[in-house]
Nanobody, 127 residues
């Protein structure tokens, strides 16, 4: 069993930055591909970014390329999402998710492929 707990959300002005964290416990974090998704009010959950177990492979949604950076610290069992140049349309609940993917290094960008989810953290960007 894997437990995921997001933190770092909050209220920020447009153009500002936030760093989300996802702390994990349970099975070995370093063997999991990790992902970030988000869900805005009235909209379906959408993919944001993903990173392989080693950190060597990443993939981003087009709407965050150049603004967001996904990273992980396997020694701390923690996933991060650095969000810069935030826009009001980035307002959503952000979720981290994990999928066992060792040793393939494959990354995933559809939510149904992930096995475990956190409870989410709210990000609100004001204009």
């Amino acid at each position: 069993q894997v437990q995921l707990v997001e933190s770092g959300g909050g209220l920020v002005q447009a153009g500002g930055s936030l760093r989300l964290s996802c702390a994990t416990s349970g099975s070995s974090f370093r063997r999991y591909t990790m992902g970030w998704f988000r869900q805005a009010p009235g909209k379906e959950r959408e993919f944001v970014a993903t990173i392989s177990w080693s950190g060597g492979n990443t993939y981003y949604a087009d709407f965050v390329k150049g603004r967001f950076t996904i990273s992980r610290d396997n020694a701390k069992n923690t996933l991060y999402l650095q969000m810069n140049s935030l826009k009001p349309e980035d307002t959503a609940v952000y979720y981290c998710a994990s999928k066992y993917a060792y040793p393939s290094g494959k990354v995933y960008y559809t939510d149904y492929e992930y096995d475990y989810w956190g409870q989410g953290t709210q990000v609100t960007v004001s204009s």
